[in-house]
């Protein structure tokens, strides 16, 4: 692609560039600005000091729905700006190519049920959908594992529920009774054997972050250890802005839940829900009972 500054990717998204603004200024800028579609901002190489006082205003923006935020980060920024930006309408893109920000821009901008014709931003929105359908999947299937519901092949509950409509009034089950007993070391055998298939078949061809990052979580329940955004993004195994991308919609599926850091207000730490707690404790019963090793 011919651009590669934030302007040539607005205009290559078929936005209309409204302005540009340092992030010293940016408070004073959004407070004062008129209706927006989207607000793209690029705090990759931009100082923690810089961007803190900004990211609670563009937090608030995303969930009135006054604008999109579109933010790029660097690795090392992520639980800087994911202890704010953790609200609907954020879309977080790590070290992004430029194909990666055009797409997340064109999406962001697309309102009332707007078409976009090109084929790479066509396929950008399918896997999109596909992540928001597969994380509504394995909601269903935690849900029903709370329920004690193993067999699911009868269930009459729908497959696809909506990510971002999470269960109201939801009150765990008393735990097993069974006797079946799961460590945090059988969880962390079971991520490192998912692991070794990378070393045998190569990255990619097994992704599953969705699975890898709940058993990380669980793993780290019972262990008592806390887990930032950062961490898990690397347990996830997929790149940081696809991870990022899943800690969202796992969020707002009810699946995932963000705790402050008491000491630290620009760092968060994730946790399972307790329905995912409970569905995971019940999986892991489910499967000691039958004998069979954890996956």
């Not at 209706?35 to 923006?61: F, H, K, Q, Y």
């Not at 999406?107 to 790479?120: I, T, Y």
């Not at 799961?182 to 070393?199: H, K, N, S």
Request: proline residues 5%; glycine residues 8%; contains cysteine.
């Amino acid at each position: 692609m011919a651009g590669t500054t934030p302007e040539d990717a607005v205009i290559a998204a078929g936005g209309e560039l409204r302005g540009r603004v340092s992030w010293a200024d940016a408070c004073v800028r959004l407070e004062r600005q008129g209706p927006l579609t989207v607000v793209l901002a690029e705090a990759r190489g931009v100082s923690d000091a810089a961007i803190a006082p900004v990211l609670p205003l563009l937090d608030a923006i995303g969930r009135r729905g006054e604008a999109r935020i579109v933010a790029t980060l660097d690795f090392e920024q992520i639980d800087l700006l994911s202890a704010t930006l953790g609200g609907p309408g954020v879309d977080l893109l790590c070290a992004p190519s430029e194909a990666e920000r055009v797409a997340a821009l064109c999406l962001a901008g697309m309102r009332d049920g707007a078409r976009v014709h090109d084929v790479s931003r066509n396929a950008e929105a399918v896997r999109l959908q596909r992540l928001n359908e597969e994380v509504a999947r394995i909601a269903e299937t935690l849900a029903r594992l709370t329920r004690g519901e193993t067999d699911t092949r009868y269930s009459e509950r729908p497959a696809i529920a909506s990510v971002n409509a999470p269960a109201q009034g939801y009150r765990a089950p008393p735990p097993t009774t069974d006797g079946a007993e799961v460590t945090a070391r059988d969880i962390r055998e079971a991520i490192r054997a998912r692991r070794l298939r990378d070393q045998y078949f190569g990255k990619g061809l097994f992704e599953d972050p969705g699975w890898d990052m709940l058993l990380d979580l669980f793993a780290a329940e019972l262990e008592r250890a806390q887990v930032s955004v950062s961490s898990l993004c690397i347990a996830a195994a997929v790149a940081p802005t696809t991870a990022l991308r899943w800690i969202t919609r796992m969020t707002e599926a009810g699946l995932f839940e963000r705790q402050p850091d008491p000491f630290d207000r620009r760092r968060a730490f994730l946790g399972l829900s307790p329905r995912a707690s409970v569905g995971m404790r019940n999986y892991a019963a489910a499967v000691g009972r039958g004998g069979l090793a954890m996956v």
